[in-house]
Nanobody, 123 residues
Framework: QLQLVESGGGLVQPGGSLRLSCVAS????????IGWFRRAPGKNREGVAC????????LYDDSVKGRFTISRDNDENAAYLEMDSLNAEDTAVYYC????????????????WGQGTQVTVSS
């Protein structure tokens, strides 16, 4: 069974940082581009960042550019999202997802999704 599991979410104060992890099982992630998405209460899912299968290129939504960094380690079958300078607008459930192929996109279809991890930014 193809599976992604996120971890690392929690409660942080505004201006704080978190590092999310996404571990794949049942398949080799080196053949997949990885994306991070989020969904806040009452809002539609939003694309956050993605990284190509080789890790050679990344793409960020303007709302997180300069604050978030996506990375991956194919030997560990994992991807990460480093989040800095967090604010209340970043509060959401964060999901990682995988799609076959080299390139990544924040609007194209992804094939495998994790269950999500909650990030809450509040004082």
């Amino acid at each position: 069974q193809l599976q992604l599991v996120e971890s690392g979410g929690g409660l942080v104060q505004p201006g704080g940082s978190l590092r999310l992890s996404c571990v794949a099982s049942g398949f080799s992630s080196k053949y997949y581009a990885i994306g991070w998405f989020r969904r806040a209460p009452g809002k539609n899912r939003e694309g956050v960042a993605c990284i190509t299968s080789t890790g050679e290129s990344t793409l960020y939504d303007d709302s997180v550019k300069g604050r978030f960094t996506i990375s991956r380690d194919n030997d560990e079958n994992a991807a990460y999202l480093e989040m800095d300078s967090l604010n209340a607008e970043d509060t959401a459930v964060y999901y990682c997802a995988a799609r076959t192929g080299t390139f990544c996109s924040l609007i194209l279809t992804y094939d495998v999704w994790g269950q999500g991890t909650q990030v809450t930014v509040s004082s």
